[in-house]
């Protein structure tokens, strides 16, 4: 019986390993060189956080993270707000840990790789994965370093694209945890997000190929809606100035360009906003459904009542004081006249002295101005 129980377990693991690897080939095969990979790679984290957080017991909703991660506020309704938000933040913090973990996050992340380097020297890339999640489960590390680090090796030694392929399912409170029969587990888990993944690129093209069938009827040749269109389905989300960099064009006649997508069906904006506009593809319509309404488009919001604006909101201004006119300032010129005189006094002393020394035709007519004046006037009298 322990024969049969090894011969069984083997050749459960050969199936389970077979499936996987050839659902991560298929997918990888897909988005190798897409024109849509920036916009599918932004689909799949997101479905991957959503996973990953309802293990760990936070259920979020997937265009509630795309929100927060574009910094858009959530519309909410009756249900718990601070579960939602609580929700949020921990989706959150496990797409930075995904996508732009901070220095300590890398630092963690960079020893969870060589955790599973060591570990998966000897056994096929997927079975090493498997091994390598296992021990460190068992070690008591955490789940969002060895995720992350199992996103990087898959992406250097299986598939040419670093995917968010975790097998977040595994690790439900209800799987068992003896290696033998949890590694199958792990391994179907992978294949099925590589298989919803798969589905996922297959709606994107799909809303793609009908979205250039719109935009080609009735265009010139010439026209820059085609490659809008490729840049906006590229893109998970696209401002009005980020088209018109990339395509050398005016901002307005982008902005133009994406309101007659928004007019015809094309393309949805998600931020209900005049300023500072985010549109997607119409397969983002969800998140314009969680983005909340700017708060001048809610009825009443920001309006005061008649009852409090009934008082002027600002005061009479107190009339002004009467100030009586400032006395005309009278300048004494008794000292000022002194002094002149004094030196008048000594330049005549310094004249006399330089003609008795016969030095008076050197100097001309000694004495300031004013004395001057004086002796021509006393010479006319004479």
Excluded at 45 to 52: C, G, I, S, Y
Excluded at 298 to 314: K, M, N
């Amino acid at each position: 019986m322990r024969d049969a129980g090894r011969n069984l377990t083997a050749d459960h693991f050969g199936v389970a390993l077979e499936r996987a690897a050839f659902a991560l080939g298929r997918l990888d095969q897909a988005l190798h060189g897409h024109p849509l990979l920036p916009a599918a790679l932004h689909r799949l984290r997101l479905d991957a956080v959503r996973r990953q957080a309802a293990v760990d017991g936070y259920a979020i909703d997937p265009w509630h993270l795309a929100a927060v991660i574009e910094h858009l506020p959530l519309r909410l309704g009756a249900e718990d707000r601070g579960g939602v938000f609580e929700a949020a933040r921990y989706a959150f913090a496990q797409y930075q840990w995904l996508v732009a973990p901070d220095f300590d996050q890398e630092g963690a992340v960079q020893e969870a790789m060589a955790f599973l380097t060591r570990g998966a020297r000897a056994e096929s890339p997927l079975l090493g994965v498997a091994r390598g999640l296992h021990n460190w489960l068992e070690a008591g590390h955490a789940r969002p370093a060895m995720r992350t680090a199992i996103v990087r090796h898959l992406g250097t030694t299986l598939l040419r694209t670093p995917l968010p392929l975790t097998g977040a399912a595994a690790l439900q409170a209800d799987v068992p945890w003896g290696f033998a029969a949890w590694a199958p587990l792990f391994l179907q888990a992978l294949a099925a997000e590589a298989r919803d993944a798969l589905r996922q690129i297959g709606l994107l093209e799909q809303a793609w190929r009908q979205a250039r069938q719109i935009v080609a009827t009735g265009r010139r040749g010439n026209s820059r809606a085609p490659a809008a269109l490729d840049l906006i389905a590229a893109a998970p989300l696209i401002s009005a100035g980020t088209l018109a960099g990339c395509l050398r064009m005016a901002p307005k006649n982008a902005l133009a360009l994406l309101d007659q997508f928004v007019e015809r069906g094309i393309v949805v904006e998600v931020t209900h906003r005049s300023a500072r506009r985010l549109f997607g593809l119409k397969g983002l319509a969800p998140l314009a459904e969680e983005v909340a309404l700017p708060r001048r488009a809610r009825r009443g919001a920001g309006r005061l009542p008649a009852s409090v604006i009934e008082e002027p909101l600002v005061e009479e201004a107190p009339a002004p004081a009467v100030l009586s006119p400032l006395a005309r300032w009278q300048p004494d010129y008794a000292d000022l006249e002194a002094a002149m005189a004094a030196a008048d006094q000594a330049v005549r002393n310094a004249g006399s002295r330089l003609e008795a020394l016969g030095l008076g035709g050197l100097g001309g007519r000694g004495g300031s101005a004013h004395s001057r004046q004086q002796g021509e006037a006393a010479e006319d009298r004479e």
